[in-house]
Structure formats: C-alpha cells, structure tokens
C-alpha cells in the first residue's frame, strides 16, 4: 500500500481517499453490466468529494467507458490534466458556452433546439464535429424534450451541420423504492420514444437512463448504457435497496484532537450555550467545521470514534472545529486519531449516519466534503 499525499503541511484534519477500493467497486459493477453495456462514471462535483481527476484514471482503468460531469469547468479541468477518454456534460449547458464545448471536445446534454444550432455553428467554425446527447423527459420534470414533442426537434437536430447525435438519455425520478411501477413507466415511455427514432442510426446509438439505485434495482433500464456515480464510491443510495453489487466505501474523514480540557459540572458549551454539562466533563476540541462539510445539523446529534469509542458531538459544530465528550474514553490525550467517517477498531461511522443525523442525504455529505481539507490517496 502506498500514499500519494496532497496534505503538505500535514493538516490534523483530512480526506482519505481509497483508490484501490475505487478499483474494486468499479470492476464489480463493470462485472455486473456485463460487456455490452457500458459503465458511464459520474465523476461531477470534484468526484463526489474524493478528486475528479484521481477518480477518473483509476474508474477509466478498471472498466469505465467514459465520464460524466455536471458543468463545463469539470470538463475543462479533467481535459487539461490529461483525461482523453469521452467526457459527457450531464446537464444543459447555457447559451455562449459553446465555444469551450467544442474546444474542449466535450460531449453534450441538448435540451432544446436553439443550443443545437449554436454549437453546431462553432463546430463548424472549429471544423470539428461535436458530439451530442438529447435528452428526453420521461418523468423527472427537470430537464429534457417532452417525448411527445421530441420527434421532431431530434430530426431538425440530425439536418445540423458538424453535429453528431450519439446517444438518447433520460433520467429516473425514483429508482430507489421497493415499488418500481414510476420507474418502470418511465423505462417504457423511453422505449417508445427509442423505437420511433428509426430515421436515427440504432445500431451505434447509445440509450441511457440508470443510476446507481437503477442498476441495483432495476436490470430492465440497462439498455446499452448507465450512468454510476454513488455506487462508485462504495456508499448505497439507501439502505433497503439490494446490496447484489459489493462494494466498499472510498472515502474515509480522520481528524486529531487538537486541544483537551476538563470542565465543571455545569458548564456551557460552544456557540449559542446549547450544551449544558451534566457532570464533570472531559471535552476534545476537533479541528475542522461546516467550512469543511461537516455539517452544522451534526451540534449535539453527531458521533466520532476515538480509541475504538464513540464520543458525542455536544454544542454547536463551528465553522472551523466543533467539541466531543470524550469523559468515557479512557487513556484520552492530544493527538489522538479521531475517525469521523470509517473504521476505527470495531467500530465504523458512515456517510449514511453522517446523512441521518443531519437529516439530508449520503450523496449531500460527500460530494460537501474536501473543498478545504486535503486528500490522501491510498494507491
Ligand atoms: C444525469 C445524471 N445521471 C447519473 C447520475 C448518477 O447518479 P448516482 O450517483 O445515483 O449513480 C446523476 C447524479 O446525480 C445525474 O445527475
């Protein structure tokens, strides 16, 4: 096992980032999908949290066939720093950005006819072909065609010059639930719209519509393409929903305790004095806060691990460190590691107790973290 560490000034607060396991998790859902269908990594916000650019090579080396970003910037990046695989822009892109699109090679989400027209003036003017995906609403209410209405604007779409139409997309609303009927309505309103594009090339074109919740529950939505990000990072996009595809979490969020005090029986705690102690009380102040994702709905509902124990989150989470009775744990001294996602002995706190405490979601407490802690790679 080695580490490649962007934490250069050894910050007592940081991302691990498990890249073998990302390894592992890809070739397992690869294994999954079999090889007619291809794995679309979603690798937007910053790779959920855990690098987009690190992400990318080691998902492109274990059976990913191309990449999913949400914005132009993400595309941008990844392309200067080498990636030169297909890169997708997931969503609409406005008017005016065309031109990077093109430059950039990227890959877009068309949604109306007009931005059609203008990126295929640009490619044109680059002489280039840009590559595009239309997008259909089946059901999400978000972005896309109305199916009703996408015949004809696909076809106005297919007479654009330097414009390749490569594949059709649309996106489930609910794919998580026990009951699959919206789901699978919306697989077969695709279906429909998919068998009257026949003045499109069939055989090459690329169907989408699964996510990670998709390709757990629901193998009718494979078609010839899914789109997997959660599952990539070893996080289920809940907790009722089959576990058929192993995987491990990547991310792991560490800490150490930076400054140990004792206090009276009586004593306020942080910001707001909304904790009050019931006895004498040793408290660890840990050095990181909301800035750095940890969510602020955590002030007296969270938990870490230190020494194997778990030590309650009391007062409010700050923006930059937040306090945790630690009276319990015996042994207890500055420096000591503190585990606030992952293992620590038997014990293991995940992003999905992180998302429940909080009351959000496991994809908002990753894809939040690591705008300013630094990451550590586990190659
Ligand atoms: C358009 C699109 N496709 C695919 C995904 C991947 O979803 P998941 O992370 O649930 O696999 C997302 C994520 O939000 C998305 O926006």
């Known amino acids: 096992m080695s580490k490649t560490c962007e934490n250069r000034f050894k910050r007592p607060a940081f ?9 592992l998790n890809t070739k397992n859902i690869k294994k999954t999908l079999g090889p007619e269908v291809e794995l679309l990594a979603v690798v937007k916000a910053d790779g959920y949290g855990h690098g987009a650019y690190e992400v990318s090579k080691v998902v492109l080396e274990n059976g990913a066939g191309s990449l999913g970003v949400a914005i132009l910037e993400e595309g941008i990046e990844l392309r200067e720093k080498g990636i030169k695989s297909p890169i997708l822009i997931l969503y609409p892109e406005f008017y005016g950005r065309e031109k990077m699109i093109v430059e950039y090679d990227l890959e877009s989400t068309i949604t109306d006819f007009e931005f059609a027209r203008m990126l295929s003036l640009e490619a044109k003017k680059q002489k280039k072909t840009s590559e595009v995906f239309l997008k259909i609403d089946t059901g999400m209410g978000r972005y896309g065609f109305f199916a009703e ?13 330097n414009i390749k139409i490569k594949g059709i997309l649309s996106q489930l609303s609910e794919a998580e639930g026990e009951d699959k009927k919206s789901a699978l309505k919306q697989i077969n309103k695709f279906k429909e719209v998919l068998k009257r594009l026949e003045f499109l090339n069939q055989r090459d074109l690329i169907k989408s519509i699964a996510n990670s919740a998709a390709v757990l529950n629901l193998s009718e939505s494979y078609f010839n393409q899914v789109r997997v990000g959660l599952l990539l990072y070893g996080v289920y996009p809940s907790e009722e929903l089959s576990k058929s595809i192993r995987v491990e979490p990547v991310m792991s969020l560490e800490s150490k305790i930076m400054f140990l005090k004792e206090v009276e029986k009586g004593s306020f705690i942080g910001y707001g004095r909304t904790f009050f102690t019931k006895r004498k009380t040793k408290v660890a102040t840990i050095p990181l806060g909301y800035a750095d994702g940890y969510p602020r709905l955590l002030s007296n509902k969270g938990e870490v691990l230190i020494r ?8 409010r989470v700050c923006m930059d460190a937040f306090m945790v009775d630690v009276t319990d744990i015996l ?6 590691e503190v585990t606030l996602i992952g293992k620590n002995g038997e014990e293991e706190i995940t992003a999905c107790d992180l998302a429940f405490w909080s009351s959000t979601i496991n994809y908002e407490i990753i894809s939040r973290m690591g705008k300013r802690l630094p990451k550590v790679y586990i190659n």
Do not use: N
Not at 149 to 161: H, M, P, R, T, V
Not at 331 to 336: A, C, L, T
């Open 15 to 23: 991302l691990e980032v498990d890249l073998k396991r990302l390894a």
């Open 149 to 161: 209405k996408s015949y004809e604007f696909f076809k106005k779409i297919k007479e654009l010059e």
């Open 308 to 315: 194997g124990k778990k030590a309650p989150v009391i007062g």
């Open 331 to 336: 042994g207890v001294k500055i420096g000591d």
